[in-house]
């Protein structure tokens, strides 16, 4: 039998509970997170720092959708909020120039691309060098790129999932940290397995942070 929390890992995750390891009394990683929707992974890591399950403090929100629930989350949590909105720039250089401006600003270690619907160029990367991580909807490297939920229902497999990897600057290319696989009913849509897949999501995407901090 399959079950949703199967959790497979790169060699560099030793630990088969990682989330749940104590927390050291280094100091907290400093988080930025980048968000482009509903927010939903954002609250996840501010609720396991306020429940001391990673050692890390959220800096700053940078959301580029006007729309997005995630600024509500964030002013909910007590975490500033700052709108990028990627409309008012000629190039993806310039919307990543003024990014970097930002995060620098707020004295961010670790960028996180949690639901950021947005290519990424050299400018942050160079940055932040391997100091980003992403949460992708599929067990790369299967099903890059956009609606990977539904390129894994058209390829008619019986498993995919969600990975947390280091950014890179080809789309979903970065290093895996950690990955979580699901499987594929025969029933299921796109928004019934993209429902699953995210209860992963919302499980790995805290222990690939634990993992950073311990990276650090």
């Known amino acids: 039998m399959i079950h949703d929390s199967l959790i497979n890992t790169t060699a560099s995750l030793i630990s088969p509970d990682i989330y749940n390891c104590q927390v050291s009394s280094d100091k907290p990683l400093k988080?930025?997170?980048?968000?482009?929707?509903?927010?939903?992974?954002?609250?996840?890591?501010?609720?396991a720092i306020a429940e001391g399950k990673i050692n890390a403090q959220i800096q700053v929100l940078i959301y580029n959708n006007p729309e997005a629930k995630a600024a509500a989350r964030a002013e909910k949590w007590g975490v500033e909020a700052?709108?990028?909105?990627?409309r008012d720039c000629k190039n993806r250089e310039k919307f990543d120039s003024?990014?970097?401006?930002?995060?620098?600003?707020?004295?961010?270690e670790f960028v996180i691309m949690a639901g950021w619907m947005r290519l990424v160029t050299q400018v942050l990367i160079d940055a932040f060098p391997n100091r980003i991580i992403n949460i992708h909807p599929s067990l790369l490297p299967s099903f890059k790129g956009v609606q990977a939920v539904e390129q894994a229902i058209a390829a008619k497999v019986k498993i995919t999932g969600c990975s947390v990897h280091l950014v890179s600057l080809e789309v979903d290319s970065g290093e895996i940290l950690i990955q979580s696989a699901v499987p594929v009913l025969a029933n299921d849509t796109s928004e019934t397995l993209h429902a699953r897949i995210q209860v992963q999501e919302h499980r790995i995407l805290p222990m690939a942070i634990s993992l950073l901090s311990q990276r650090k």
């Open 82 to 86: 700052v709108l990028l909105n990627h």
């Open 31 to 47: 988080l930025g997170i980048m968000a482009s929707g509903n927010g939903s992974n954002f609250e996840v890591i501010a609720q």
């Open 98 to 108: 003024k990014i970097v401006q930002t995060l620098q600003q707020y004295d961010v």
